[in-house]
């Protein structure tokens, strides 16, 4: 299918392997082979899903006459770090809003980030939790006053620009199923702002590939990351003007993709919801 995406930025190192789990398939895959796609190859500063995202939400930046990026997470943030070395690399401000009380030593992706020459604010939890549309507000208007003009990207870069990362992404695995022989897959991804699943679940469809999209959350509840999923791929329909419903198309589970994380509680959930023919593909 031809599609019309937007300009990209290319910071990631693509396309990553698909490499074949041997000795994982014969231990856990009770008849399917396992896979996993090496997203964690993408690149070092910028590495993991992050990028892919980055590569769509610095070119909107640009083209729309952005000079700053805004964004915000968590004290070690692996996607504030990113952003960080994204607009350092491209020449643009960044700014993080980070939950949590700033390290005397600044360690981890609390450094790196400052080595980036990011902008960093650090705010209480609870402060962060409640005022962070506030806070978004107020530095975008501080950068205006400032003759400049600031974009706010949301946590995780997961909002209807970032899905367009993964929606690309689905393309290097339709060419990976077909070079490996997949014809059936479970693509299973962690979920930690919904970004990533939102876009693969769109990719899926818009690709008419042979999978199914699972996330495992790793924060919040799976009511939370449908409604999440959901809201992205509505931006990302609203933004782009989609005439064709990516959406109508999507595997009946579209407002069912997420289940619980394996555990001796979830254990029979995790299997009834995930147990079925075809291959294992797992993003990460
Ligand atoms: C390897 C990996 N995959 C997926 C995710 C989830 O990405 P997203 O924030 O788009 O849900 C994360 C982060 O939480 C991650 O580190």
């Not at 992706?109 to 978004?136: M, T, W």
């Not at 970032?162 to 199923?177: K, N, V």
Request: charged fraction near 20%.
């Amino acid at each position: 299918m031809g599609i019309d995406y937007p300009r990209r930025i290319g910071l990631a190192r693509t396309p990553t392997p698909l490499q074949y789990l041997e000795r994982a398939s014969a231990r856990w895959g009770r008849g399917h082979r396992l896979w996993v796609k090496r997203d964690d190859l993408t690149g070092c500063t910028l590495s993991g899903n992050k990028v892919r995202k980055l590569e769509f939400i610095t070119a909107h930046a640009i083209d729309n006459g952005f000079d700053t990026l805004i964004t915000c997470g968590g004290l070690q943030s692996n996607h504030c770090r990113a952003t960080a070395f994204a607009g350092a690399q491209l020449g643009l401000g960044v700014h993080l809003l980070l939950r949590g009380e700033a390290p005397a030593q600044p360690e981890g992706n609390f450094l790196l980030d400052r080595l980036a020459g990011a902008a960093v604010s650090c705010y209480p939890k609870r402060q962060y939790v409640e005022e962070i549309d506030h806070l978004f507000f107020h530095w975008q208007q501080h950068y205006a006053s400032l003759g400049r003009r600031a974009l706010a990207i949301p946590t995780g870069g997961s909002d209807g620009i970032g899905a367009w990362g993964y929606i690309a992404a689905c393309e290097e695995l339709a060419a990976d199923f077909a070079a490996q022989r997949i014809e059936r897959a479970h693509i299973v991804t962690a979920s930690g702002s919904g970004g990533t699943q939102a876009g693969l679940s769109l990719g899926v469809s818009l690709h008419g590939l042979p999978a199914t999209v699972w996330g495992v959350n790793v924060c919040d509840d799976e009511a939370y990351f449908v409604n999440k999923v959901d809201a992205d791929a509505a931006d990302w329909q609203r933004r782009c003007g989609a005439p064709a419903d990516a959406r109508a198309g999507a595997p009946p589970c579209w407002a069912r993709t997420t289940c619980t994380p394996p555990g001796p509680e979830s254990r029979s959930g995790w299997q009834t919801g995930c147990a079925a023919p075809g291959s294992w593909a797992s993003s990460g």
